[in-house]
């Protein structure tokens, strides 16, 4: 499935395969987010697909957003692919869903 993100009501929503592919669009997408807000909340609850380059690309986002002070809200701990991919890849530290 083709990638799209969606805002829903402020929460910005990954859809679809989140692979080598398309993480340019993400990381991209949520950089400018970054630059612009203070609290940026990304939900990754319908993601079907995700590799590791995609998880190299969340790692920088969330580290861009430690480095400069703003408040990232990771969603999706409760989808089975993405959680074992974190797991897998020691970056459960990621998720935050306490907004």
Same mark, same amino acid.
């Given at each position: 499935?083709? !990638? %799209?993100?969606?805002?829903? %009501?402020?929460?910005?929503e990954v #859809?679809?395969?989140f692979? *080598?592919?398309n993480?340019?669009? &993400?990381?991209?997408?949520?950089?400018?987010?970054?630059?612009h807000y203070?609290e =940026?909340?990304m939900?990754l609850?319908?993601? %079907?697909? #995700?590799? $590791?380059?995609? /998880?190299d690309? !969340?790692n920088? #986002?969330h580290?861009?957003?430690?480095r400069r *002070?703003? =408040? /990232?809200? &990771?969603?999706?701990?409760?989808?089975e692919?993405v *959680?074992?991919a974190?797991?897998?890849?020691q970056?459960? $530290? #990621?998720?935050?869903?306490d907004?």
């Amino acid at each position: 499935m083709k !990638l %799209q993100i969606q805002n829903t %009501q402020g929460t910005f929503e990954v #859809i679809g395969n989140f692979t *080598s592919q398309n993480t340019k669009k &993400v990381k991209n997408y949520f950089n400018y987010l970054l630059d612009h807000y203070e609290e =940026v909340v990304m939900c990754l609850k319908r993601v %079907q697909k #995700i590799d $590791h380059t995609a /998880l190299d690309v !969340l790692n920088d #986002i969330h580290k861009k957003a430690c480095r400069r *002070s703003k =408040v /990232l809200f &990771v969603l999706g701990q409760d989808n089975e692919t993405v *959680s074992n991919a974190f797991f897998q890849n020691q970056l459960t $530290h #990621i998720f935050r869903d306490d907004y």
